[in-house]
């Protein structure tokens, strides 16, 4: 062979290599980077990955969910980039047409995207831990197992019948995975946030403690669905507690009956034997009757100036109540209250 088709040999021979090169990386570009996610409708999609979970594991619920279309490719990149162990839990935001790239790297970094996690009106701690359950990863029976442990709620100064105050109704930022013992902590530091120096002046001013206007407040609540007439009833109660009255809630017999749709509390009510019946015992009940709003609450601390000690419901039933400074005054409204029951038919 002639020195020129030697080198023409060997430019055919380079040339092959490229190309079969070429080919190579046209090939891993296609399965790393070519669109592969396919999230229903084209919607964005949350993806859930339990603490503990294997890489089969992922692999099942992400295949449930049809959310590859090329299975092989993706675990050929997932293999490449050794997600198998580096699997992390978490609530991932997955975009429809995203490359098996982008989402395993997402995956095995842990970029998860945190929760808006709602706290609103609760009846009881274990109604708070189903509706909490269903937002983060720990779960209704993990999150009461704290809430009805006495030792742990000490070290924050709670207890069984107070820890309901600890949550304070608003909407938090946390990760869906965060643990049991890691959320009552972040929600230890958004109360004592929420207990300002002038929430904590104002609450020294009428000789209750924070947990005490929760618990008033939670009453409050159940009185009236009016939020205009909060703080002429809270004063109502702050008039009782200085004088040394019982409250007499009606609400909190409720509570101690665990039946929340009354309309009628009968006198034989009032005659159960309970911690929370305000008819029986002086002071305020061990602990809040139901989850407050922060309106709720700051209604109890900024609670109207009057003189008016009783009140009762209106005989028109539009939610309003009417006032009373006299035992005899109250006595006339709740007549017309109890007739205007009576013409309803409404017995309970």
């Known amino acids: 062979m002639n020195s020129r088709s030697l080198i023409r040999s060997i430019l055919y021979l380079i040339i092959v290599i490229f190309l079969l090169a070429g080919f190579k990386f046209a090939s891993v570009y296609q399965r790393a980077f070519k669109p592969n996610i396919h999230t229903p409708g084209g919607n964005i999609f949350h993806l859930y990955i339990y603490t503990g979970s294997s890489y089969s594991q992922v692999l099942d619920t992400i295949y449930k969910h049809k959310l590859v279309r090329n299975k092989k490719s993706f675990e050929w990149i997932a293999k490449k980039k050794k997600y198998n162990s580096r699997i992390h839990p978490g609530r991932y935001r997955v975009s429809d047409n995203m490359s098996n790239n982008a989402f395993i790297n997402m995956l095995r970094s842990g970029m998860q995207e945190p929760v808006n996690l709602v ?55 946390c990760w869906w995975n965060i643990s049991g013992v890691d959320f009552f902590k972040k929600m230890y530091r958004e109360y004592n946030k929420f207990w300002n120096d002038d929430r904590l002046v104002k609450a020294r001013e009428i000789k209750l403690k924070p947990n005490e206007v929760i618990t008033l407040a939670s009453i409050l609540i159940n009185e009236t669905n009016k939020e205009d007439e909060y703080k002429r009833i809270a004063g109502v109660y702050i008039n009782r507690l200085n004088q040394g009255m ?103």
């Open 246 to 348: 019982r409250l007499q809630a009606d609400p909190t017999i409720k509570f101690a009956l665990g039946d929340f749709e009354r309309s009628r509390i009968l006198k034989k009510d009032t005659e159960i034997n309970s911690p929370y019946n305000t008819y029986l015992h002086d002071g305020l009940p061990p602990g809040p009757i139901s989850l407050p709003s922060i309106h709720a609450i700051d209604a109890v601390l900024n609670y109207e100036r009057h003189d008016y000690l009783f009140f009762c419901a209106k005989e028109d039933f539009s939610g309003y109540h009417n006032f009373a400074r006299t035992i005899a005054q109250h006595n006339k409204n709740a007549r017309s209250y109890q007739k205007a029951l009576n013409r309803r038919n409404i017995l309970k």
């Open 119 to 173: 706290i609103n009106i609760a009846r009881t701690s274990d109604d708070l831990a189903l509706r909490l359950s269903a937002q983060i990863e720990p779960s209704k029976k993990d999150l009461n197992a704290l809430m009805n442990d006495e030792s742990y709620l000490s070290q924050f100064g709670f207890n069984k019948q107070t820890v309901l105050g600890m949550f304070i109704p608003n909407t938090y930022q």
